[in-house]
Nanobody
Framework: QVQLVESGGGLVQPGGSLRLSCAAS????????MGWYRQAPGKDRELVAN???????NYANSVKGRFTISRDNAKNAVYLQMNSLKPEDTAVYYC????????????????WGKGTLVTVSS
């Protein structure tokens, strides 16, 4: 079975930086897209950023220019460098990956981590 484990969350002051990490482990045939979502209290979960196997990236407008997503295919890992953090960035951040676990099944499916809390406050 596949597990995604996030790390790197915590408390940071406005203007500060954090780097989130996520590593996938278990039975993995291949991984295509990987990304980060977040959910603030009382709000819907939203896409923060994702990155394709080919390197193509997507960012929420609210984080463009401040956050950078990257991945290490050899480690089945994805990272999110967050700079110039704002109080409105406060949320639980979830790692997401489209993973093919069985070579007999040509389609990927979504896997989710349990989340890591990021709190931006003075």
């Amino acid at each position: 079975q596949v597990q995604l484990v996030e790390s790197g969350g915590g408390l940071v002051q406005p203007g500060g930086s954090l780097r989130l990490s996520c590593a996938a482990s278990g039975t993995i045939f291949s991984i295509s897209a990987m990304g980060w979502y977040r959910q603030a209290p009382g709000k819907d979960r939203e896409l923060v950023a994702n990155i394709m196997t080919t390197g193509g990236q997507n960012y929420a407008n609210s984080v463009k220019g401040r956050f950078t997503i990257s991945r290490d295919n050899a480690k089945n890992a994805v990272y999110l460098q967050m700079n110039s953090l704002k109080p409105e960035d406060t949320a639980v951040y979830y790692c997401n990956a489209h993973i093919r676990v069985n070579p007999s099944n040509p389609y990927d499916r979504d896997y989710w981590g349990k989340g890591t809390l990021v709190t931006v406050s003075s």
